[in-house]
Structure formats: C-alpha cells, structure tokens
C-alpha cells in the first residue's frame, strides 16, 4: 500500500472514531463519515469496502498506537514499578488526549462483538498492544519484579483496572481528574502484581 | 585384505551410553568390515587397556566418551594422559556424547576441571587448543548411533565435513529436533493437552519438549529405524546441547505464561505475535483423539 493510501486510511479511521464517540457505532454510517470528509461515498469504499471491515481496521489502529507506546517503555532501561507508573500514564493521558480512541475500545470493541467475530477472534486484532504487555508481564517476572501467575488473572487486574477508571471519567463520576490517580493506580497495581 | 580404520574408543567420566547407543546400531557387520577398535571398553578387541597405556598403538581415530577431568584416573594413569598420548597419534579425534563434548552431567561431579574436550557448557575450554582443528563434535545423551557411524565413514572417505561453532556436523545438528516432530501441527495451533505416552498435543507449552530449541535430527533419522522420544509421547529433554541436563525436564519453565526459551532465533516479540493469532483458533480436529474408541 502507498504511502498516501495509508495516510488515508488513518485520516478515515481518526474521523470515524470522532463520529462513533459522539453519535454512536450504530448511528454512524458511510455516507456520514464521506461527508465529514468532503468524501464520495464511492472513493471511501476504495478504502473500505464496509463498515465492518472498518471497525476491525480501527481496533488494529488503536492497538498499534497503544502497542508502540508500551513497546517504547518496555524497552527502557528502567525497573517494573516505572514501567507500571509509564503503562499507566500513557493509558490516561490518552484518555484526556484522545477520548475518542478508548471511547471505542471500550464501549465499541468490548461490546459489539457481532462485528468482530469474524477476523478478530481471541486477540487477533489487538495483538499488537496485548504482545507489549506480554513483555511487561514476562520481563517482570524475569528480573524478580512480579509473581509469576496465570497471565490472564495479571492481565485482568491491569487492564480491568484502567478501563474501569476511564469509564468512570467519561461517566462523569471521578472527583478528580484522571491523571491525578496515575500514582495511586500504578502503586496499587504494583503491588498487587508484584513478587 | 584391505586395510580398517582403526579406532580406539576411550572411555573417561561415562555412564557408558553411547557405548549402548552405539550397539544398536543396526549395521554392525558392515561397519566391522570397514573399522576395527584397537581397544573398545566392552567389545572385544586387539589390545588391552594395558596395552594402549603402555605402548604406542597405531591409531586412526580416538573416540572420547565421557567427561574430561584434570584428576581423573584410568587404568592407574591420568585420563588426559592418554588423550595427549593418542592425540599426537591419530589423525582424527571424535567427542561422543554431550560430556565428551560439553561437560554433560558429570559437569557436576567432584572431579577437577571437569568438561567436554573443548567445551564447558557454551564456554570455550583452553587447554586442548591445539587439538581443535582435528576434533568433530557428535553430542547427545546418548548419540545416535546412525550420526556417529556417518561421521565416521565420511572421516575414512576423507570428506571435507561442515561443522558448527561447536564442530557438530551440520548433516546432523543444523537441524532442530523440532524438525520432522510428527506433532507440529499441535505446535502451529498451540494445542498441548498432552498426556506422556500419548500421541496427541504440542509438549513444548507445558511439558517441557525443547525440540524447537535442541539442533539434532532425532525425528529426521529415527532412532532404531522407527521412532524418536516426541513421537512415543516424551518431551524433547535437549541432550545435544551444552546446558543439558537442565532441571525440571518434564515441565515448560514459564514467566507469566510465556516459555522462557523460545525456538531456536525466533524475537519474543514475533513469537507472542503468531501465538495470539494461532491461539484464537480452536480446531476441533486437534482437540480430539486421533483414534476415537
């Protein structure tokens, strides 16, 4: 794929994700996503033949995005409580930064599986931010750090976490503001996942 | 008559393993035409072990079994004594084992300086330098015998044989044992759910195979002509390299669910890539007995 191809792509997937946070997935359609780009329908199904096929490109999108972040941390030279406290930090800075991104993870992928049941089985599609944790996980365990442990049981806690506290801000209910927990969360994270 | 190769086959700190592995192999008659031991520890021979000892004995091949030590005694000399002797004598040398060649088990034991000929596990041993270049390398636990009696007619036909860093024969160990595992397709979709003796399932996840990380031929050449330990339903225990024996040999060392030891040159990252694609497939076909009552 060109390179100019692919910088359409993304430019479709970030108008997207504007529009499925603020009107809905289901509310959502092509021809409305075409004219928040001054598109053709036409031209847009050059780049995506449906809106299913859509939705799996974003979810990809946003695991690379959330994958290259994390892989950067984990290839710091620094202990797992840092990198717990940076997972974090990148994870609620993006919330503040690009609501619309976690918006859809949690409220789109997590909840439409109809949509994704064919060609991001398991975690086909978000392999790419799952493999970084992975690493945390594993290195962790590694140098001493964490216990080892069922991954899934160290993955729920992490990630359940962090979902919980996000939806609880796009909910309105935080009496902070999010990255004012960043130190809380990754302390008790750390701990409850450490050796 | 035409004339033998004649070897003399050495045993140091053995179990004596490949001296049994050797006997099965399954063409004895035909290799006794060609070789001839001037001395072999269990099979007769010309010369006693006195005699080698003793006396200067033409020799074309020395085969070392067993760990190598500084204080080792055979016979009422040292061990490396003889080596030295017959090292000067021979125009080839042969390590048979994984302790002939990397220390092996009696790495462990309380003798001095224990290791292989030229290897202590990975690190390159100094002392037998000047031996390197007419060493080859036939590691395992115990070798195979078809690997050894190969090696050792390309030595008589004088065959220029490419070895690895550690002088193994590329013809035997630039192969994984992974390689031809008649389980691979549970390997492609990590399916284990296997119970030894079985012949279904992937050992590497759980059960310890090191197959994809052990370089030898175990499933390309079988063993006795029929069959090799992962196809009978045993893990791969790595006995052709030089951390064997590692502990726990029936069990997949894992942090955190992801194998410590990845196959052979494969990046964490892109194994954890293909096993959270291939994990999401669940093949019903692999999830059942191959042979249903």
């Not at chain 2, 084992?97 to 290897?119: D, M, P, Q, R, W």
């Not at chain 2, 397709?185 to 310890?208: A, I, N, P, S």
Request: aromatic share 12%; net charge neutral.
């Amino acid at each position: 794929m060109t390179d100019k191809k692919q910088q359409k792509k993304e430019q479709i997937m970030l108008a997207s994700l504007g529009l499925f946070a603020s009107k809905g997935f289901y509310n959502t359609t092509i021809p409305d996503i075409a004219l928040s780009l001054k598109m053709s329908v036409g031209n847009m199904y050059n780049y995506f033949k449906s809106k299913d096929l859509l939705a799996k490109e974003i979810i990809k999108f946003v695991s690379s995005y959330f994958g290259k972040k994390i892989r950067a941390i984990n290839e710091e030279n620094i202990s797992t409580k840092e990198k717990t406290r940076k997972i974090v930090e990148i994870y609620f800075q993006t919330a503040i930064v690009k609501p619309e991104m976690l918006d859809y993870f949690l409220r789109i992928y997590l909840s439409t599986r109809e949509v994704f049941k064919d060609g991001c089985e398991g975690m086909i599609c978000v392999n790419d931010f799952v493999t970084e944790i992975m690493i945390y996980f594993e290195e962790g365990v590694k140098c001493g750090d964490l216990r080892d442990q069922d991954f899934f049981n160290a993955f729920g806690l992490f990630m359940g976490y962090l979902g919980g506290m996000v939806f609880l801000q796009g909910e309105n209910v935080l009496p902070k503001k999010l990255n004012e927990y960043v130190d809380d969360v990754s302390d008790n994270i750390y701990k409850a996942l450490s050796a | 008559m035409k004339k033998k190769v004649r070897i003399l086959w050495l045993g140091l700190i053995t179990c004596n393993g490949n001296t049994h592995s050797f006997l099965n192999y399954t063409h004895l008659e035909q290799f006794f035409n060609d070789f001839e031991f001037i001395y072999h520890p269990i099979i007769d021979s010309e010369y006693s072990l006195e005699d080698i000892i003793s006396q200067d004995v033409a020799c074309d091949i020395l085969l070392i079994e067993g760990a190598i030590a500084d204080d080792f005694i055979k016979a009422d000399v040292l061990g490396i004594d003889i080596i030295k002797k017959y090292s000067n004598i021979v125009s080839k040398i042969v390590t048979v084992g994984t302790c002939a060649t990397f220390g092996g088990i009696f790495k462990e034991s309380h003798y001095k300086n224990v290791s292989g000929l030229h290897f202590r596990e990975e690190k390159r041993t100094e002392k037998y330098n000047h031996l390197f270049e007419k060493t080859i390398s036939i590691s395992g636990c115990p070798i195979h015998p078809e690997t050894l009696v190969s090696t050792l007619y390309a030595i008589k036909k004088g065959l220029d044989l490419k070895l690895d860093s550690y002088l193994r024969p590329k013809e035997y160990f630039a192969y994984t044992v992974h390689n031809g595992c008649t389980r691979n397709e549970y390997f492609e979709y990590k399916v284990d759910h296997h119970h030894f003796g079985e012949l279904e399932g992937c050992m590497f996840y759980d059960h310890g195979c090191q197959g994809p990380l052990t370089h030898g031929s175990c499933n390309k050449i079988l063993w006795n002509e029929i069959n090799s330990k992962t196809r009978a339903g045993l893990p791969c225990m790595g006995c052709t390299e030089p951390s064997f024996p590692k502990q726990n040999l029936f069990s997949t060392k894992k942090n955190m669910g992801i194998p410590e030891f990845l196959p052979v040159g494969v990046n964490k990252r892109v194994y954890l890539t293909l096993a959270g694609i291939t994990k999401a497939f669940k093949i019903d076909r692999l999830q059942k007995k191959l042979f249903d009552d």
